[in-house]
Structure formats: C-alpha cells, structure tokens
C-alpha cells in the first residue's frame, strides 16, 4: 500500500502540474513550437542525453572501485540497467539501491557495498546540481540587480553571518557530541572521489548541451550566460524526488526560470517535454537491453534483502541527519533579492523541505513500527491541504488564477509540508541524539543571531555607521521582517526551553536565563509589540509546566530577560540620550536614538492599515460565509488599484478565503494537537512536547492580530517535537 500510495501521489503531481503548465502555456502554440524544431537539434539532443546515461554508467563503475569492487561490463549494465528502471517504479534511490545490489550479487559484491554505492552515488549527483544551481541563481540575481554595491553589502553579510552561525553550532553542538572530528575525516577521505566527481560534472554538462540543442533548434534567437543558469536551474527542480521522471516539474520550472531570461514560454515547455521523452525512451531502451542480458545470463540465487535495507537505512539516515542540521541553520535566512522597483525573498532550506516531502511515503513504510504519530498532526495536515486546494479552484472560478495565490499559498503550503516532514522524519528515525542534536543546531542559531544583532545595534548607538543592506533598525536580521524575526526567537526561546528539559545544557544552569536574556533584548528591539508580548506567555508558560525540573530552578530563566529588558532597553536609552546630550555628540547619533525610541511607541500607520485588513476581511467573509472567497481574494481587490495588503489576523483570513469550513477546520486541528501536547507535558512531563506547548500557545496568539501562519521555523519545530517513541508493554516513560 504504500508503495501504491507513493506512485499515485508522484502521478498525480506530475500530471497535475504537467496539464496545469500546458493549460497556462497554450497546448496549440506548445505544438505549433515543435512544428518548427530541425531534426538536427533532436538528434544531437538524444546523443547527449543518452551519453549522459552512460556517464552514470561509468561514475557508478567508479564508486564501486572505490569500495574495493569492479564488476563485469556485462554485470555492470546490467545493474545500471534495471536500476534506472527501478528508479520510477520504486521509490526513487531505494528501489534502484535494491535492484542493483540484486543484480551485482552474482559478482559476488555483497548487498549492502551495492546498496552504498548507489547512496553516495546519487548523493554525489544530487551535491553537484545542487551546487550548480545555487552558482546559477547568483549569477541570475547579480545581473538582473541594478544596485550592486548594496546586493554585495547585504550577501557579505549574510554569508559572514551564516558562516558564523554554522561555526558556533559546530563548536557547541556536533564538536560535544563527538561528531565534528570524524566528520573532517570524512571529508577530507572524499578527496579521492575526484574521479567520480569529474564523471558527474560531465554527466550534468551532456545534459545541458541536450537543453541547448533543442532550444537552438526551436529556434531561439541567441544562447546567453543567462540561458545556461536557468536551465541548471531546470535541471535541478526535475531531478527532485516529487514527481514521475521529472514530469510537470520540469515544464514548470523551464516555463518559470527560462521565461527570467528572455525564453517564450511556448518554446520552454517543448524543450522540457523533449528532454522527458528523450529520457523516458533512453529508460525502455535500457530496460530492453537489460531483459535480454539477464535471459542469455540469469543470475544466481540472491540473498535475503533486509540486511541491504538496513545497511540503505544506515545511509539514509546518516543523509537525512544531515540535511536536517543544515535545515536547522538555513530556515533563519530568508535571502532578499532586491529587484527594479520590487524584491523576491528565498530560502535555501526550501529545496530540503520540498526534497523531504518527496520521501514522506517512504518515512511511514519504514518507520512506521518506531514512533506513534499522533492522528491529530497527520489527519489534520491533510485536512489543511484539501481546504487549500479547494480555495483555491473557488479562487479560479472566481476572478482566475493568480501568481499571489499560487505561489504563496498553494506553493508556500507545500513547502511548508516540507518542513513539517523534515522534522518528522528525523525524529521517526528513532535516533534521540540526532533529534537533539537539530533542536541543539535550532538553540545555537537562533541565539547566534540575536547576540549579532544586540552587538550592531549598541555598536551603532556607539557612532559604528553601518550600511542598511547590513544592519536595519529595528532589528530584523535575515527574516526581511520585524515580527517575522521576533517569531523566530520565539522558536529558539521554546527550543531552548526544550532543550533545558530534556538535559542538552548539563550543568550549565546559567545558560538557560543567559539565552533567553538575550532574545528578550531582541525582541525588544524589534519593536514588535506581537513578539514582547509572546515572549511574556513563553516566560509565563516556561514557569507552569516545569515538568521535571524544580520550579524555583526555572525561576532564574524567568526573572533574568525581564531584568535585562528594563537595563538593555527601556532604562537604556534616556540614559544614553542623556550621555550624548552632555558630551555633545553628533545629532545624528541623537537622531538615531530619537528614532528608535519614536518607532517603539507610534504605530498609526501600522495599526491602520492591521484594522482595515481585519474589518474589510470580516466583510469579505459576510459576503462569502460558508466556503469563502478563494485563496488570494483580498490580496486580488487590492491588486487592481496597484497594492499589497494582506488580512492580519489569520482567524479573519481563514474565514475570508476558505469560509466558515475552513476557519472550522484549522480551529478544532489547532485544539486537537494543543490538547496533545498539553497532555504530554502534564501527563509525561516530555521536554520534547514542553517547549512544543510553549511555541503553540504564543503562535496561538500572535496569529490573532498578524499572519504567522507561514513561519517555516514554527512548522519545522512541530514536526520535530510532536512525533513521540512507542513503549513497549510494561515500559516506562522513554
């Protein structure tokens, strides 16, 4: 069952985004494009694509070699061969993973070297594209930009940040767990994959020269740098594991990315629907050829698969640990690309998050025996989804698709997905130390930022001038957002508190209050009234359920970010005026006290704008009561007057776009896993579900007078703490 719930859920993405690109794209002019295409360009498109297969063949060939292996020709193609097909019935690199070592075994290489080899095989191809990718993407920006000395300010910065950030979790977190050591080692023992790594480079280029040979033949006018990174772009989104063969993602994104650089639409789909027949030819080709070898040469009997799943399990858990640390880091940097007149934001853990959501099928089949999900998150996510997808056709029928609604609801509840599976699927490992080592990798983050930020902002108030690509007042860090930024120290306050109970500070009381002391002070300096007042119901939450530990022992984790608040912020700054006043000091310095102190106390036009969302979308649920207006209704009003306005209140929201059925639906969902996790803080006094009931109430909250509901950090969090150990009978708590 799960292996058929994973085929129709691949096929119905694939032919769903598929029809949707030919819909939006026109079928006749998509048809009319290939009518123009030289026989030429599809011939010299099918040798590079069947060329780059061969390529996998040898790279394959070459981490076997590297194990100590090197099968037959005959054996080798043969494994290739049935792989590649086991590559789209199965799932994805666990199918191929398991016909190949099946294949291999009468070469007496045993199962679980096969099952390796594929792993990091795949890896090494998936590292390299994604690499690739991200070169593109800076290319992309750093030439479509028109203001490049502040892009270059703002991603020094960032990268200088991120590199710091990735430093203290790797001292405090990885290096404590005897992590960090062998992990150097393994890094610098990769260095003699170079051979395995150039066969992939030139794998990714035959491929590359397969897109750009149907292009020429479809007749572009030029071949620019530009066209290049897109397509690397192109590539990378097909070969993620959420579609069939890359269907309907690859139309999508050549129709989305080509379309940046100057490429019809049109003539983007046909060269994607190319390259997938190309592919989809190549794949029965080899499969052919493969029937007719093992006929001529039938294996010899082949051992017993489990050890082979367990050693792929090693493997993938080893991979999924990783990519959940990396996430863990990667969520607090929302990368502004400032365009002409407007901005896009990104976010690198997305691809992670979009990545994991592709494996769900495969984390409940294998994991299903480790942990008890609870129904409420799995039941209620599905839920969540189909009220969306309805919306969204309402919003169709109503005023037509548009790009608002699909890509930051439709796709952003997707992505979303994909962080609460990533969460899940770390903690459905059973593995308890990489499961604290992310909530580790979240504290240490999170808290790495804050202090960056305190320390800019007492260095300015000192006379440091810092660029506004590098530093912003109030603070906002790489959340592009105020509140969005104090809703991610609200995360790394539960984590913490989480972190706290579940023993990960050890002795260290004062690191707790220490922590906690320093995200107050950044909240406070947000200026997010949300966030301070979320961060009193953490405090207060924090001191109610103490689960385990003394309350009197929390009382300093309580007590301290109040006392810090009044001497870092409110006594501070008429304290400061007045040292500047007597010293005479610049008035710009004075000004830009003045300011901060005047941005923590008028919000007119903030608060305008917050009341007119919530009563116009009150109205818009009056006129819509039962099923709503559609996704993207009220952003939709305002666009046709040339603005951005959305509903800040999600209760208003939900009512206003999905209805009195959808409000209903996310309400008794919301109650249902508050219900849970208070039950698992009272009743097992669990530190997982402790700082998870910290982040639920505040969010609970905030989301009253804001839209919270797409923080990435909230859903990556609840995913990562709701999933707990089944007990076995007879057993104790965990």
């Known amino acids: 069952m799960p292996r058929a719930l994973r085929?129709?859920?691949?096929?119905?993405?694939?032919?769903?985004?598929?029809?949707?690109?030919?819909?939006?794209?026109?079928l006749e002019t998509v048809i009319n494009a290939f009518n123009t295409v030289r026989w030429p360009a599809i011939a010299a498109a099918g040798i590079l694509v069947a060329s780059s297969t061969l390529l996998s063949l040898l790279r394959f060939r070459s981490v076997l070699r590297n194990f100590g292996y090197v099968p037959t020709w005959q054996k080798l193609f043969f494994a290739h061969s049935v792989g590649q097909v086991s590559n789209q019935i199965l799932f994805n690199v666990i199918g191929q993973s398991l016909s190949r070592a099946a294949a291999l075994t009468s070469s007496g290489i045993p199962f679980s070297v096969s099952v390796m080899a594929t792993y990091w095989e795949r890896i090494q191809a998936a590292l390299v594209l994604f690499l690739l990718s991200l070169a593109s993407l800076w290319y992309l920006f750093l030439h479509i930009h028109f203001?490049?000395?502040?892009?270059?300010?703002?991603?020094?910065?960032?990268?200088?940040?991120?590199?710091?950030?990735?430093?203290?979790?790797?001292?405090?977190?990885?290096?404590?767990?005897?992590i960090l050591n062998p992990l150097l080692k393994q890094t610098t023992a990769l260095l003699r994959l170079w051979p395995s790594l150039l066969l992939t480079l030139a794998a990714h280029l035959c491929m590359l020269g397969a897109y750009v040979s149907m292009l020429l033949g479809l007749g572009i006018d030029a071949l620019s740098p530009g066209i290049l990174a897109a397509l690397v772009i192109v590539m990378f989104t097909a070969s993620l594991p959420i579609s069939f063969a890359g269907w309907g993602v690859r139309e999508l994104s050549a129709a989305q990315a080509l379309g940046v650089v100057g490429v019809t639409e049109p003539v983007a789909v046909a060269a994607a629907v190319a390259i997938g027949v190309f592919g989809l030819l190549l794949t029965a080709l080899l499969a052919?050829?493969?029937?007719?070898?093992?006929?001529?040469?039938?294996?010899?009997?082949?051992?017993?698969?489990?050890?082979?799943?367990?050693?792929?399990?090693a493997w993938g858990n080893i991979a999924l640990s990783a990519c959940s640390?990396?996430?863990?880091?990667?969520?607090?940097?929302q990368i502004r690309v400032p365009l002409r007149g407007s901005e896009i934001t990104i976010n690198v853990a997305d691809v992670i998050a979009l990545t994991a959501l592709g494996f769900i099928p495969y984390y409940f089949w294998a994991y299903r025996g480790v942990l008890a999900l609870p129904r409420a998150l799995i039941v209620g996510l599905t839920a969540i989804s189909a009220i969306f997808a309805v919306s969204l056709l309402i919003g169709y029928f109503s005023f037509g698709w548009t790009s608002w609604a699909i890509a930051n609801r439709g796709l952003g509840w997707l992505i979303i997905l994909g962080y609460v599976v990533t969460g899940l699927s770390i903690a459905m490992t059973g593995s308890e130390t990489s499961r604290r080592l992310v909530l580790g990798s979240i504290v240490a983050t999170g808290t790495t930022l804050a202090v960056i930020q305190v320390v800019l902002l007492f260095a300015s108030?000192?006379?440091?001038?810092?660029?506004?690509?590098?530093?912003?007042?109030p603070l906002q860090a790489y959340a592009n957002n105020t509140n969005a930024f104090a809703v991610q120290m609200?995360?790394?306050?539960?984590?913490?508190?989480?972190?706290?109970?579940?023993?990960?500070?050890?002795?260290?009381?004062?690191l707790l209050p220490a922590i906690l002391s320093v995200i107050g002070l950044t909240i406070y300096y947000c200026h997010s009234r949300a966030g301070i007042i979320m961060f009193a119901i953490a405090l207060a939450t924090m001191l109610l359920f103490p689960g385990q530990i003394e309350r009197r022992r929390l009382l300093p984790a309580g007590i301290a970010p109040v006392i810090t608040i009044l001497l870092g912020g409110v006594f501070m700054l008429p304290i400061l005026q007045f040292i500047l006043a007597q010293l005479s000091a610049s008035d710009l310095a004075?000004?830009?006290?003045?300011?901060?102190?005047?941005?923590?106390?008028?919000?007119?036009?903030?608060?305008?704008?917050?009341?007119?969302?919530?009563?116009?979308?009150?109205?818009?649920?009056?006129?819509?009561?039962?099923?709503?207006?559609?996704?993207?209704?009220?952003?939709?009003?305002?666009?046709?007057?040339?603005?951005?306005?959305?509903?800040?209140?999600?209760?208003?929201?939900?009512?206003?776009?999905?209805?009195?059925?959808?409000?209903?639906?996310?309400?008794?969902?919301?109650?249902?896993?508050?219900?849970?996790?208070?039950?698992?803080?009272?009743?097992?006094r669990d530190g997982w579900h402790i700082g998870l009931l910290v982040a639920l109430v505040c969010l609970g909250v905030g989301n009253i007078v804001h839209d919270f509901f797409f923080q990435r950090s909230f859903w990556f969090l609840l995913g990562l703490c709701m999933a707990m150990p089944r007990l076995s009978a007879g057993s104790g708590r965990p």
């Open 7 to 26: 085929t129709l859920l691949i096929a119905l993405i694939s032919v769903g985004t598929l029809a949707g690109t030919i819909y939006l794209v026109g």
């Open 147 to 178: 203001e490049l000395v502040p892009a270059g300010q703002y991603m020094l910065s960032l990268l200088a940040a991120l590199l710091l950030c990735t430093a203290v979790v790797a001292l405090t977190v990885l290096r404590p767990a005897g």
């Open 288 to 313: 052919g050829l493969g029937v007719i070898l093992v006929t001529r040469n039938p294996p010899k009997a082949l051992p017993e698969p489990p050890a082979a799943m367990q050693s792929g399990r």
């Open 325 to 333: 640390l990396i996430c863990a880091v990667l969520l607090f940097f």
């Open 461 to 473: 108030f000192g006379g440091l001038r810092l660029p506004l690509a590098v530093f912003n007042l």
């Open 490 to 510: 609200i995360i790394t306050s539960a984590a913490a508190i989480a972190s706290e109970h579940l023993g990960l500070f050890g002795k260290r009381r004062w």
């Open 590 to 684: 004075e000004a830009r006290i003045f300011y901060v102190m005047q941005v923590n106390v008028v919000r007119e036009s903030g608060d305008l704008e917050r009341w007119i969302s919530i009563r116009e979308g009150w109205a818009l649920w009056l006129e819509h009561p039962i099923f709503g207006a559609g996704l993207g209704a009220y952003m939709q009003s305002y666009a046709q007057v040339g603005k951005a306005l959305i509903i800040h209140s999600v209760p208003v929201w939900l009512l206003a776009e999905t209805g009195l059925v959808g409000f209903l639906v996310v309400a008794i969902i919301f109650f249902v896993c508050l219900h849970h996790t208070y039950q698992g803080a009272t009743r097992d």
